[in-house]
């Protein structure tokens, strides 16, 4: 058996030394932002701070980094990829660290923004560093892998907040944070292991960038990057009304949470699925079948219907997100030339930020004047219309 592997190893066009310590690290920073997240909410609640403190606690992470993404592509772009995961991972761990030693209001305040400008940088610096450790055939089965464990680590850092906290009404915090920074000093060591690329491009002069304007005229593009913000969104929206909708049907706190749980387990299946989908139907046209699928999931979800249905149709949502989501980031990474990849890219994760921070304020006013039911129509008719516009848009169309 070893020998098989070491045969496939050997025979693939993967770059494993580059490949395996970028999936730890990735999987330690995906852990370590998700168990900080939910213990920043109930160190709040500690601190008596009020839901606005706590609104723009959240904001500081989503909305200052975005200032910096342009240049952190840029940057990406001249070859220094692996440099900019180092210099994030550093930062990233320092914001745990100030977490651990200083959770004082004014400490998450600041903190959340220093966690955040190193999250933009480490997000945008590992999907690049996935396409260089990946070869001309292996590009969807590593991307497949890559968006795998990110979404194992998502799911177990809460996991690591429920196993400290058991039955108490809140987790003991400090603690939490002080493994969050033993975690993220982990995830710089084997950031430091991640090796540059051999021709780095850092000779490249002011002629070679590409211009964001070029980047915006290539066809097809605008609509992908739209369609995933919409999605990326939506899917945040849904983990915060989905509960309120479940208390206005009646539905128990069980069964909402067993809900969630097979949303997410739906969207890992998908992309452990993601690199043979792809080879079978390509990747336009299952991204747009992605997309409609999940707004008709969401219109689905708007309808009264039994708790049974809700499971189908919730597992509906997470396999098509996941697909969807995965789908545009390989699009975004095979439609732009490779001297454009880190800023196109960037840009990417900038508008799913904007769209992450602005979709709670217009869902509570569309919730207000429409109710549950109307919001997930509203957001049902956003997804179905985004796919509809990378049907016209699409290159070759």
Known sequence: ??????????????????????????FLVQTVTALVRVTISYR?????????????????????????????????????????AWIGALIFA???????LWPTTAGLLLFSTVMGFGHIMLMASHQMICVRAAGPKSLETVFGNFMVVTAIGQGFGPYVVGWMGGSAPIPPTRPLFVIAAALAAA?????????????????????????ISQILRIPGLVAVVAAGVIMVAASDTVVVYIPLLGA???????????????????????????????????????????????????AAIAAPIPLWAMH??????????????????????????VSARGTTNSLRIMSNRIGQFAMPFGAGLVA???????????????IVTAAGSMVWKRPGR
């Open 312 to 337: 189908v149709a919730i597992a509906a949502m997470g396999f098509s997100f996941g697909l969807a989501t995965t789908l545009s980031i390989t699009i975004v990474v095979d439609m732009t030339t």
């Open 1 to 26: 058996m070893f020998q098989k592997l070491a045969d496939h190893i050997r025979n693939s066009d993967v770059d494993y030394p580059l490949l395996v310590p970028l999936l730890l690290s990735s």
């Open 94 to 100: 320092l914001s745990m660290t100030g977490f651990a």
């Open 187 to 211: 995830s710089l060591v084997f950031a430091l292991m991640m090796k540059p690329a051999r021709t780095a491009a850092a000779s490249k002069n002011q002629a070679d960038i590409v211009p």
């Open 368 to 382: 207000a004047a429409a109710g549950l039911g109307g919001l997930f129509l509203v957001l049902a008719a956003a």
């Open 248 to 298: 206005e049907r009646n539905i128990d706190v069980h069964d909402i949470g067993l809900l969630l749980t097979v949303r997410a387990a739906a969207s890992m299946v998908a992309r452990l699925f993601y690199a043979r989908m792809v080879a079978a139907f390509g990747r336009w046209p299952l991204m747009i079948a992605g997309t409609f699928v999940c707004g008709l999931s969401y």
């Open 44 to 84: 709040a609640v500690e601190l008596e701070l009020s839901l606005v403190w706590l609104g723009m606690i959240a904001a500081t992470f989503a909305i200052f980094p975005i200032l910096i993404a342009v240049q952190v592509g840029r940057f990406i772009d001249r070859g220094y990829d692996t440099r900019t």
